[in-house]
């Protein structure tokens, strides 16, 4: 049968060690259990120690009843087996006819649970008698469990390895880093100590208490994770953010930069901004805790200057581009404005040429040789050559300075064609004066 009431549903190994002191017809007794486990699997036992002293001044003559409900069975250390209750009295082997004063004996028995026990709450009752008068009794309480707690048992120890050898490795990690964790390595050896223990009990075969101790050594691992792991996401958002800082502060001076183009930076401006909302978001996220959220805005924050960057750049690039077309073509449109100024002046050499080559010769009428006119008439056919070519010159340098005032040629070429042509007049002026000299002198 179940015992009303019970025990807390926790399966923690206990010790429990309870006492009644019996003073009845002048006796003076005390009985006392004790019992190494707080929880057996189905088919399981526990060995149970029932002691008593006589502390009184008389003899005691006393006697035992072990009552239980139907779940369990008990055996005395000799092995006898008995249902639901055995009575020890005196004259057996185990209490003896009687307890001098001051004597104290022990009784070993073993409860052991039947493998089609219920699972939940049993007891065992031990009364002490004398001469058929009970003077005292002992209750013990303990939880049943199924067998499968064996396996449970063994994949929470399984679990709690892991966990502490994943917080072992946070914690060596942090450490490389540089970051505090004597609060991690307590943790840690804490779960450690406590995991030893859910060993031993495992290896007892309380299965229970391995479990429950198994699972307070995996919380203890997992906190200390948590807790490095929160560790390094703190630093993790700190690097995040002064990175986005970083990355955000180097964008200025790519837009005054496009500025003083200028280019367009309406865009990379919009970015740059959507940027700084998001560093000021992770700041904030910082702040409050919430290292997570503020690694990822930053990282956003990183990913919209990046973008800011690209824009400014481009439109940079465009611009310069831009400008280069413009300077190329009015470069182009210089040089064909040279070439075609060059041809000209070619085309009205060519004509100039073609009309000098082609013109009437001038007819030299030979008179017969006189030393009286011979020289002179000589000296004034050299005259009117010498005239027909200034006046060539002439006309040659009042065509460059038509086209000069059309635009036609450039002031570099006129310059120096103007100075040749001033150069030939002025030679060809001083060999007309040698020649007019000449005829003066005959005269």
């Keep these: ?4 009431g019970g025990l807390n549903a926790l399966l923690l190994a206990f010790l429990i060690l309870t006492s ?13 259990s004790s019992l190494s486990r707080g929880v057996i699997q189905q088919g399981g036992e526990v060995a149970l120690v029932i002691k008593i002293v006589n502390e009184g001044n008389e003899i005691f003559y006393p006697s ?16 006898r087996v ?23 004996k022990e009784v070993e028995l073993v409860v052991r649970i039947k493998e089609d026990a219920s699972a939940g709450k049993h007891y065992v009752v031990v009364f002490l008698s004398s001469y058929n008068e009970r003077i005292g009794s002992n209750s013990i309480d303990f ?63 309380d299965f229970g208490s391995s479990l429950a101790k198994a699972n307070e050594a995996k919380a203890l691992a997992r906190q200390a994770e948590t807790s490095i792991t929160i560790k390094l996401e703190q630093i993790r958002a700190s690097k995040a953010i002064e990175t986005a800082n970083n990355a955000i502060v180097s964008i200025y001076p790519i837009l005054r ?5 200028p280019a367009d930076i309406s ?21 409050n805790g919430k290292y997570s959220d503020s690694i990822t805005e930053a990282m956003r924050a990183i990913d919209l200057s990046e973008q800011a960057r690209i824009a400014a750049e481009t439109s940079i690039t465009a611009k310069k581009a831009e400008i280069e077309a413009v300077k190329a073509a009015a470069e182009r449109k210089e040089r064909n404005k040279i070439i075609a100024g060059t041809a000209v002046i070619f085309a009205i050499l060519g004509i100039f040429w073609y009309t000098w080559t082609r013109r009437p010769k001038r007819v030299i009428i030979r008179r017969p040789y006189s030393p009286l006119t011979g020289g002179k008439l000589l000296i004034n056919e050299m005259l ?8 060539d010159k002439l006309l040659t340098l009042e065509t460059l300075e038509s086209k000069l005032e059309r635009g036609e040629i450039l002031r570099e070429y006129y310059d120096e064609r103007a100075r040749l042509l001033k150069e030939d007049v002025k030679k060809l002026d001083d060999e007309i004066e040698h020649k007019l000299s000449g005829l003066r002198k005959q005269h």
């Design 143 to 205: 939880e049943v469990v199924p067998a499968a707690y064996k396996q449970i048992a063994q994949a929470a120890i399984s679990d709690a390895k892991t966990e502490i050898d994943n917080a072992q490795n946070a914690v060596n990690g942090a450490k490389e880093a540089n970051t505090d964790v004597k609060l991690e390595e307590g943790l840690l050896k804490d779960a450690a100590q406590i995991f030893l223990l859910a060993k031993i009990a495992y290896d007892q075969g």
């Design 64 to 79: 035992l009843t072990i009552k239980g409900d139907s779940g369990v069975l008990f055996a005395e250390k000799y092995g």
């Design 267 to 287: 865009q990379a401006s919009a970015l740059l901004n959507d940027a700084n909302e998001r560093l000021a978001s992770a700041q904030t996220a910082y702040a």
């Design 1 to 4: 049968m179940k015992r009303p």
């Design 257 to 261: 930069s496009a500025q003083e183009i």
């Design 384 to 391: 009117e050559e010498l005239k027909d070519q200034r006046r």
């Design 20 to 32: 009644i002191t019996a003073a009845t017809s002048g006796t003076n007794v005390k009985i006392t």
């Design 82 to 104: 008995f249902d639901s209750s055995i009575i020890i009295g005196p004259g057996s082997n185990d209490l003896g006819y009687y307890l001098d004063q001051k004597q104290a």
